[in-house]
C-alpha cells in the first residue's frame, strides 16, 4: 500500500472505525490478515484447519481458509467449507422464534402453560417460565436428560423427548439468574416442535437460513458428508504436529437446536452483514426491520469474563458485552474437535467469524484471529509484534495443556483395577429411563462403553468397583458398578443417576 499523510492515515482511520472501509483498506487487510492467519496456523500447528470471514456494513471483506479440513482426506479448506458452528447455533434458534413472535404466532414473554400443548413440565414451572426466559439462561430450570440425549448419546425419538419434559425441574440457582445451559433451547423446541409440528430444523431453514440466502448451512450433517461438499472434522492436537481426528464426530442424532448447525466463512458472512444492517443483506431488506437487532438485547445481567471479552448480558442467543472498549455482540461454541468464534460491533459495523477444527489445545486461535481483524481496522500501533506476544501466550497454554493431558494419561495407566470379578462379569445393557441404555463390552483386557453414538475404552477409578471414562473427549466421567447378595453386578451408577441392568 503506497504511503499515505497522516491527515489522510487518521481519515482512513475514521473510516474504518465506523466500519467502511475502503477498496484500498480491503485489500491492504486481506494480505495482513492471509499472512497472519498462515503464519498463526504454521506457529500453533494443533489445528488442522481454519476459515475466516470478515465483514462490513457494505458486505464481505475479506474471507479464506487454511489448512485441511480433514487430515484423513486432505481436503483443503475454502470458504465453501463447512465447519460445525456448536453452540453459536443458539442464535439462529432464537432468531426463529423471534420471527414467529413478530407474525403474532407466539409470544416470547408468555408463560409456557399460555401457548404449549400439556406436557411434562410441572404446572408451577408452565404457569411461570417463558420462551424468553429459556431462550435468555434465566429460567431457573434445567432438564439434564434431554440435553444429554440430544447432544451427546443420540439415543432419542420425539416421543422419548416429549416423555422426557416429565424431567425439567428447578435448579439451585433462582429463577432471573444467568446459569448458561442447553436444556432452555432443547426444552424450548421440544415444546414449539409439538405445538406446531414443525421440527427445528426446519424452523430454521425456514425462517433464517432460506430468507437469508445461507445454502450451504444446516443442520443434517448426515446428508452434507454424502454430498460432494467438503464437511471439517473435529480433530486434536495432541500430539505435537500430528493433528488426530476426534472418536466423537457430529451426526445427524446429535445436532439439536442449542448445538447443531454447520456452515461456511461465506454464510457466515451474510450470518453477520445481516446482524450488522439489522436483516438488511446486500441492500435488500430480507428479515423485517427491527427484528435481527431485537436478538441483541440484553435480557438478563452477569458479570463474567471469558479471555479477553467482558461479558456484561445475554440477549436472545447472543453473549452481550466488550472487547476493549467496544461493544461485542458475541457467540462462540466449541465440542469435541469444533471451535467457532461469530462477532460483530454495532457500533463499528464490523464483524467477524472464525472457525477452527480443532478445540483442545487451540481453540483459543479462533478468538487471537479475530481480534487480529478487530485490531488491525482501529489501527492498532505495532500489531504484528503484539499479536505475536499473543501467539507466544497461545503457544505456551497448548504446551502446557498437552503437558497436563500426557501426565494424566499417564497416571490413570497406572491405576490398579479396582474391580472385583472378572471383566466378563460386568458385561451387558444398563438402563435408565431418562438418559437410556449404557452397554458394557469387553475390549480385549479392558472395557468399553457406549452410550448411543458415544462409545471408549475405560480406565480404572481408585474408588471400589470404578470405572472412568471419557464418552466425550477429555471430559472424563466415573462409573460405578452395585453388586447385589449374590455378588453379581445388578446395576451402576453414571451422571449421578442409576443405571439397572437389563
Known amino acids: 500500500m503506497k504511503s499515505r499523510s497522516m491527515g489522510a492515515l487518521l481519515a482512513a482511520a475514521l473510516v474504518c472505525a465506523a466500519g467502511e472501509a475502503s477498496a484500498q483498506d480491503r485489500a491492504a487487510f486481506g494480505r495482513a490478515m492471509d499472512a497472519f492467519a498462515s503464519r498463526a496456523m504454521q506457529r500453533v500447528e494443533a489445528a488442522p484447519g481454519l476459515a475466516v470471514a470478515v465483514v462490513d456494513q457494505d458486505g464481505l471483506v475479506h474471507a479464506a481458509g487454511f489448512g485441511v479440513a480433514d ?8 470458504t465453501d467449507t463447512r465447519f460445525y458452528i456448536a453452540s453459536a447455533t443458539k442464535s439462529f434458534t432464537a432468531l426463529s422464534l423471534a420471527a414467529m413472535a413478530r407474525r403474532g404466532e407466539v409470544d416470547l414473554d408468555a408463560p409456557l402453560a399460555d401457548w404449549a400443548p400439556p406436557s411434562g413440565v410441572p404446572a408451577d414451572i408452565a404457569a411461570r417460565i417463558t420462551l424468553t426466559d429459556l431462550l435468555s439462561h434465566r429460567s431457573g430450570v434445567d432438564n439434564d436428560p434431554i440435553a444429554f440425549r440430544v447432544a451427546y448419546s443420540g439415543d432419542w425419538t420425539p416421543e422419548v423427548l416429549w416423555r422426557l419434559t416429565a424431567e425439567t425441574g428447578p435448579r439451585d440457582t433462582p ?20 405445538r406446531w409440528g414443525r421440527d427445528w430444523r426446519d424452523m430454521v431453514e425456514e425462517e433464517v437460513l432460506t430468507p437469508l440466502g445461507m445454502s450451504a448451512t444446516t443442520a443434517r450433517i448426515d446428508a452434507a458428508r454424502a454430498t460432494a461438499a467438503v464437511v471439517a472434522a473435529g480433530h486434536f492436537g495432541r500430539i505435537p504436529g500430528q493433528p488426530e ?11 439439536q437446536s442449542a448445538g447443531g448447525l454447520i456452515s461456511t466463512a461465506n454464510d457466515m458472512a451474510i450470518w453477520l452483514e445481516a446482524q450488522i444492517n439489522d436483516g438488511r443483506v446486500a441492500g435488500r431488506q430480507v428479515l423485517p426491520a427491527g427484528l435481527v437487532a431485537s436478538t441483541h438485547v440484553s435480557q438478563v445481567a452477569q458479570d463474567a469474563t471469558f479471555g479477553p471479552y467482558v461479558r456484561t448480558g445475554y440477549g436472545l442467543g447472543w453473549q452481550v458485552g466488550r472487547y476493549g472498549e467496544d461493544l461485542l455482540i458475541h457467540h462462540f461454541g466449541n465440542f469435541s474437535g469444533s471451535r467457532a468464534h461469530v462477532s460483530f460491533m454495532p457500533e463499528r459495523r464490523l464483524g467477524v467469524a472464525v472457525m477452527v477444527n480443532e478445540d483442545a489445545f487451540s481453540g483459543d486461535l ?25 501467539l507466544d501466550a497461545l503457544i505456551a497454554e497448548r504446551d502446557r495443556r498437552r503437558t497436563g493431558i500426557a501426565g494424566t494419561v499417564e497416571a490413570r495407566a497406572k491405576r490398579a483395577r479396582t474391580l472385583s470379578l472378572p471383566n466378563a462379569a460386568y458385561v451387558g445393557d444398563y438402563v435408565n429411563p431418562a438418559y437410556g441404555r449404557l452397554t458394557i463390552r469387553e475390549a480385549g483386557d479392558r472395557l468399553s462403553v457406549a452410550m448411543g453414538v458415544q462409545q471408549a475404552l475405560a480406565d480404572y477409578l481408585a474408588e471400589p468397583e470404578g470405572l472412568r471414562v ?4 477429555f471430559r472424563g466421567e466415573g462409573i460405578v458398578f452395585k453388586l447385589d447378595a449374590d455378588g453379581r453386578p445388578a446395576s451402576l451408577v453414571y451422571q449421578d443417576a442409576v443405571f439397572v441392568r437389563n
Open 71 to 78: 487430515v484423513a482426506t486432505g481436503a483443503a479448506v475454502t
Open 175 to 194: 429463577y432471573g439468574q444467568f446459569v448458561y445451559a442447553n436444556s432452555g433451547y432443547n426444552l424450548a423446541t421440544v415444546l414449539s416442535e409439538r
Open 245 to 255: 481426528r476426534s472418536p466423537l464426530q457430529k451426526t445427524d442424532a446429535t445436532m
Open 366 to 390: 479462533a478468538d487471537v484471529v479475530a481480534n487480529y481483524a478487530y485490531d488491525w481496522f482501529a489501527g492498532l500501533p505495532d500489531i504484528e509484534a503484539v499479536y505475536d506476544a499473543r
Open 470 to 473: 471419557e464418552l466425550t473427549p
